[in-house]
């Protein structure tokens, strides 16, 4: 009611901003849609009962602007890629042509482990001074079992070798390993980002929650096009900093 309300102020610019359609469905019939173009969802959104809908229309006037939106353009296209199949798998040179595909022309840093120490939520990630060590521990870590994927995954998390992009990079890493190793992979679509976030967060000192979550969710369709796809989008999904709740 209260939208109706308030889209009622604007009725003539939405009016003037949709378009009737004439569509065939499935079993042959003729179907009227009503569909918005670029102004009549930008109307709609701004009338919208929720504290969220100023970040929709941010994010839907600038979408192909930011660099996330770029990026997954990169992931997408990566599976269709020669480099996909090539890439060195469980190690941190692998996981270095990962980061520059998906980030190349983006940050000026792609691919390049970092510089400096860096935090999260008050979080100290591996020290600048003993990250070359620890990579090189973790390339050596072993990677023949579930569990012990897992526990690599886990060190580089900690590790977090790039400035920007580390879990983006680093759940297609995973997924590399799964796929030669035990031919599975994640469907990322069952895990959901509250409790993904929580697990990684205690996995520094007790992962068996991320364990648990990754278990559950194992597939087999290893070559599957579109499980990569939504996998991607979750992906990035959980990188968001806040949810677009409506």
């Not at 353009?73 to 190690?91: I, M, Q, R």
């Not at 060190?155 to 995973?174: C, D, K, Q, V, Y």
């Not at 648990?212 to 999904?237: V, W």
Request: aromatic residues 12%; negative net charge.
């Amino acid at each position: 009611m209260y939208l109706k309300k308030k889209l009622k102020v604007e009725n003539t610019q939405l009016v003037s901003d949709t378009t009737q359609l004439k569509l065939e469905a499935a079993d042959g019939k003729k179907v009227m849609t009503v569909t918005m173009n670029h102004d009549g969802i930008l109307t709609l959104a701004k009338h919208f009962p929720s504290n969220q809908s100023s970040r929709f229309v941010e994010w839907f006037t600038n979408a192909e602007e930011t660099i996330d939106d770029k990026s997954i353009l990169k992931a997408y296209a990566l599976f269709n890629s020669s480099l996909y199949d090539s890439l060195e798998v469980g190690t941190t040179k692998g996981l270095q042509h990962i980061h520059a595909y998906l980030f190349g022309g983006l940050y000026d840093f792609e691919g390049q482990i970092r510089h400096k120490n860096t935090s999260k939520g008050g979080f100290q990630f591996a020290v600048l001074r003993f990250l070359p060590q620890t990579l090189q521990s973790i390339d050596q870590m072993p990677e023949t079992t579930f569990d012990e994927i897992v526990e690599k995954y886990v060190e580089m998390n900690i590790a977090h070798p790039f400035m920007e992009g580390n879990g983006r990079s680093t759940r297609i890493w995973l997924d590399l390993m799964l796929k030669k190793q035990l031919s599975k992979c994640v469907d990322w679509t069952k895990i959901s980002k509250r409790n993904y976030l929580n697990a990684m967060e205690k996995s520094v000192s007790d992962d068996t929650k991320i364990k648990e979550y990754l278990f559950m969710a194992l597939s087999n369709k290893i070559d599957d096009r579109e499980m990569y796809m939504k996998g991607i989008d979750y992906s990035y999904y959980y990188e968001e900093e806040h949810d677009m709740l409506i």
